[in-house]
């Protein structure tokens, strides 16, 4: 294994980026696996990192770290036309670095295909946590597009497949009013993946109603579907009109098994056939049936 000089794991996410690498190294498409230093102009950014959202405030917190500690990760790149690299990981980095005005930044070139290049890319995310949904959902139809089927992707991720498709809903039906409020941390995971079930025109007012009355996750569960099975529009107005505290009165009315236990009053009836029966005079059914003597009515 080549030396790594003026390396140390800082974290569990920066071991996990080296064991990715040494993953690659084993098909034989590293350069040397060491930290270079190569110019920030160099430096391309193309379209492997996933990330869609940049906080100013972190690349500002980031720059003052590397000026007093120095770069800690390399940034990971793979070679591409007339001297220039084409980013892969460490966009956040680069922005810092070229904020504090420095001419070199550390890096580690990989001489890796386009499929290896995306899926490293969404792996190092990962592992720092802080991508939102929906640029996971990026990265994940990415691979998609290149051939990966949702089984491979969730293996190489080390994710359920259930966690893939919960985002590739996001991406494929969710609108941008929506995606943009999952971004932003407005509402939850799970609120986008129940409000993505409606008609991309309602889901923009489906949201003004969940964020102006702070629905639940039952209450917003509850308005998707009553909007689904709205006929008319007047119908759709009046649900969405319907304040929080009468939603779930409203939603019984459509679905009488919702409905809250009622008093049940109970008769028997015996006749000469000795027969005898309990009757739900609540829900007018039998309940059950035996065998008696004489007709009787109690």
């Given amino acids: 294994m080549p030396l790594l000089p003026n390396l140390i794991f800082k974290s569990e996410e ?24 190569i110019p920030v102009n160099s430096v391309v950014v193309g379209s492997y990192n996933p990330r869609i959202i940049f906080d100013p405030k972190h ?39 070229k904020k504090l005005g420095w001419d070199k930044i550390k890096a580690i070139i990989l001489n890796i295909g386009e499929e290896e290049a995306h899926l490293l890319a969404i792996k190092t995310n990962l592992m ?23 089984e491979r992707i969730a293996k190489q991720l080390n994710k359920s497949q259930t966690w893939v498709n919960i985002r590739l809903k996001l991406i494929e039906k969710a609108g941008k009013n929506l995606q943009s409020a999952i971004i932003k941390g407005l509402i939850p995971l799970t609120y986008g993946v129940e409000l993505a079930d409606l008609p991309k025109p309602l889901q923009g007012i489906a949201l003004e109603k969940v964020l102006k009355e702070s629905l639940n996750l039952n209450e917003v569960r509850m308005l998707v579907k009553l909007l689904k099975e709205a ?45 005898k029966y309990l009757i739900d005079t609540t829900n007018h059914r039998v309940v059950s049936v035996e065998n008696r003597g004489e007709l009787d009515i109690s």
């Fill in 14 to 37: 920066h071991l996990f980026m080296w064991n990715e690498m040494l993953k690659i190294k084993s098909r034989e498409h590293v350069r040397n696996l060491i930290v270079q230093e």
């Fill in 128 to 150: 720092r946590r802080d991508l939102n949904p929906i640029e996971e959902a990026i990265g994940i139809k990415r691979l998609i597009k290149m051939g990966w089927n949702k």
């Fill in 59 to 97: 690349i500002e917190d980031l720059a003052a770290s590397i000026s007093k500690d120095g770069q800690w990760d390399p940034i990971i790149v793979k070679p591409i036309d007339n001297g220039k690299y084409c980013l892969i990981s460490g966009e956040c980095r680069l922005r810092a670095v």
């Fill in 231 to 275: 006929k008319t529009k007047r119908d759709m107005t009046l649900i969405l009109k319907t304040p929080k505290n009468k939603l779930i009165k409203r939603f019984a009315s459509f679905h009488p098994s919702c409905r809250r236990s009622e008093k049940k009053v109970y008769v028997t009836v015996s006749c000469k056939c000795g027969m």
